[in-house]
């Protein structure tokens, strides 16, 4: 078999990306997710490609078990160790609401009260010890804990990311009560202030710990029963990728895995052609994930909210989630009123059409109700010849009856509401934020993406979408193509004007150190190693930062000039002589994997090849014609109705738009 896979273990599907040569792409396909272990899914993909898996040069994954343990409360049984006073620092949090005009919520810590405890410690903002720790409470506190049914233990003390000289001895005190236990502390996981931020992450990381490190074995052990021995990557929330056998330590980092690579993949693909500005939408079978790039580089976050209360705090590609997919289920409020969504019948039942007992009508359903999907040929279904559409049809009839519409009219509903849904949170992120929607692309991929892409594309007033070659398997390919990375950061809150010459210098050389150690570690074989520096900076007293590149050769005039400069680009002026602080320092150390580049084809324009026509449904039956893509060389043009079809998803043009391919094998899909 020979080179390279990139494996995507969604909610609903498992995707599977194969190049023999890394540039070209020699196998595609989707098998169903296996929720009660997912490296299962990830075995069957394996094996659907009916090759040796032991000849592979290297396996790359993007897994959703992190952010599924989350959502469905399903990690590790933790205790918290915190400092005397801060017991109840998860739920107190910044006094946020979890709806904007509801004074009541319900909240679910990861770890409840109960196993939340105290101990006798403190050391000011500087690091230096105010109180000693009571090492003696503290054992007596860990020989407790060792009567319960704990997995996992937090520690976290106030202060640590200035000296996190207590937390590392209590690991020790705790550690040797049981050393069964997974023990994580805050200053290993995050070194910032922020004390409700660093706890919650240190939180998240032993909450997933377990779990993460239990399926890294299982997988370790699955490939080694295949015969494979070389190394599997896992891809970051970042962006970046680390081996699976660092996974367990950097659990919390992998929240955001699979969201991350298509969004990698979509800004090289929309930047090879000549597209900068992208939106990227991924649609899948469980969720629509969408993210912005700018100038070719997506936005990374410095906080994310996993969900009410719980932010991690850890460098992520600012992707943003909702609950619309293929398998969102479409019903009747209390008021009578349709809605869509966020609960899913994912991979198990499944819709109604998949035939594996589904029962409650789906936007799948909907789209096969419609014509879009090929009935005969349903995508990652093996167990089923033909999709079930009559069942699908029944199940229409029976939802849109006390509305008084007909089976055409529910369906076409059912994909109104969801299209408003993601077109909604795509202009949050754009027209919302200062962007013109008219000057992106839109990247649609995932599944079911490109059955949606051109109605988000017309409802937020986006001028050209971008159909990669394989949309269904473009996190798979995000794997395939995405760099080492590791993030480090310090806090220092103090005036530029008093911190000492080389210290600036200090730490960010010994941050890229650390980095380029962990990198030697992995034992990648690399291309090259680069960094960046960044520095987060205030005026006195501002509690808001903003992140400035920096180098670690600047002194300090030279800090408040890319400070200043920042400032002003910002807000319009800077604020004359207030002090400027140095909040903290941050430096991404990347590992550059070798990725041949792929070279564009010459374009002959020449009308596309039709395959066939069948009736599809666009606000009444017409027929329409149907591509294969494997048919669509660089240069074709066609117009819309028009239906795409692929071995892993199926694309729609709505009428009055116009789709050509480039001369990379994309789609460019515009509004006539």
């Known amino acids: ?143 407790a804990l060792a009567m319960e049914e704990v997995d996992a233990i937090v ?141 070719g580089a997506p936005r990374i976050a410095e906080t994310t909210e996993l969900d009410f209360r719980i932010p991690l705090r850890l460098p992520m590609i600012d992707v943003h989630t909702i609950g619309a997919g293929g398998g969102s289920i479409a019903y009747l409020d209390r008021g009578g009123t349709l809605q869509v969504g966020p609960r899913s019948a994912g991979a198990v039942p499944g819709p109604v059409c998949f035939g594996r007992g589904g029962k409650e009508p789906t936007v799948t359903d909907a789209n096969a ?28 009839a029976g939802l849109g009856e006390p509305l008084g519409l007909g089976v055409e009219e529910t369906a076409e509903a059912i994909l109104t509401i969801i299209n408003h849904v993601m077109a909604r949170r795509t202009r949050l992120l754009t027209v919302e934020q200062g962007h013109d929607p008219r000057s992106f692309a839109l990247v649609a991929f995932g599944g079911a993406g490109p059955l949606h892409g051109a109605a988000i594309m017309r409802e937020v007033g986006i001028r050209t979408m971008l159909l990669p070659p394989h949309p269904g398997v473009l996190c798979a390919l995000g794997c395939a193509v995405a760099d080492l990375r590791y993030d480090l950061s310090q806090t220092v809150e103090t005036p530029l004007s008093e911190i000492a010459p080389g210290f600036i210098r200090d730490v960010l050389l010994g941050q890229r150190e650390d980095g380029e150690a962990r990198l030697a570690g992995s034992g990648t074989q690399l291309d090259s190693v680069a960094a960046t520096h960044a520095a987060e900076m205030s005026y006195l007293g501002q509690i808001h930062t903003l992140r400035t590149a920096v180098d670690p050769s600047w ?18 002026n800077i604020l004359g002589e207030i002090p400027v602080v140095l909040v903290g320092l941050k430096t991404a150390v990347l590992g550059v994997r070798a990725k041949p580049v792929g070279s564009p084809s010459p ?35 066609f117009d819309g109705p028009a239906i795409i079809e692929q071995a892993d998803t199926t694309s729609v043009v709505e009428p009055g738009m116009a789709a050509r391919v480039d001369a990379f094998g994309n789609i460019l899909i515009e509004v006539a």
């Open 603 to 637: 374009l002959e324009r020449r009308p596309a090849p039709l395959r066939a026509s069948r009736e599809v449904y666009f606000g009444g039956w017409r027929a329409t014609p149907i591509y294969d893509r494997a048919d669509l060389a660089p240069g074709m043009t």
């Open 369 to 396: 109700v419609l014509g879009r999907i090929n009935a005969d040929h349903p995508i990652g279904m093996k167990h089923l010849a033909r999709l079930d559409i009559e069942g699908a049809r029944a199940a229409m």
């Open 1 to 143: 078999m020979g080179g390279i896979v990139g494996i995507d273990v969604g909610g609903t599907f498992t995707d599977l990306f194969y190049s023999g040569d890394g540039v070209s792409v020699d196998a595609v396909l989707k098998v169903p997710s296996t929720p009660d272990d997912p490296s299962r899914g990830l075995i069957d993909a394996l094996q659907a490609a009916e090759g040796a898996p032991a000849s592979l040069d290297v396996i790359l994954h993007g897994t959703t078990i992190a952010t599924n343990a989350v959502i469905e409360r399903r990690g590790a049984r933790c205790a918290l160790i915190t400092t005397q006073g801060f017991r109840d620092i998860l739920e107190l949090g910044r006094r946020d609401r979890q709806r904007m005009y509801g004074l009541t919520g319900v909240q679910q810590p990861l770890i409840p009260r109960e196993m939340r405890w105290e101990v006798a410690e403190r050391l000011d903002h500087r690091g230096t010890v105010l109180t000693p720790l009571d090492e003696a409470g503290l054992a007596r506190l860990a020989a």
């Open 155 to 295: 520690i976290s003390f106030l202060h640590a990311y200035a000296n996190p000289a207590h937390e590392r001895r209590a690991r020790e005190i705790v550690q040797a009560a049981n050393p069964d236990w997974e023990i994580v502390i805050s200053s290993d996981v995050v070194r910032e202030y922020y004390e409700f931020e660093r706890t919650s992450t240190a939180t998240v990381q032993a909450y997933l710990q377990p779990l993460v490190s239990r399926y890294a074995r299982n997988l370790a052990g699955k490939l080694g029963e295949l015969g494979f021995g070389h190394q599997t990557l896992v891809m970051q929330s970042n962006g970046g990728l680390i081996p699976l056998g660092q996974l367990q330590e950097r659990a919390a980092n992998i929240v955001r895995s699979g969201p991350a690579a298509g969004v990698m993949a979509a800004a090289r693909l929309a930047a090879e052609a000549g597209f900068s500005h992208v939106i990227t939408g991924d649609m899948g079978g469980t969720s629509y994930d969408v993210a912005v790039v700018v100038n």
């Open 555 to 572: 002194d300090h005039a030279r800090m408040v000039q890319a400070f200043e400069e920042a400032y002003r680009l910002e807000y319009g």
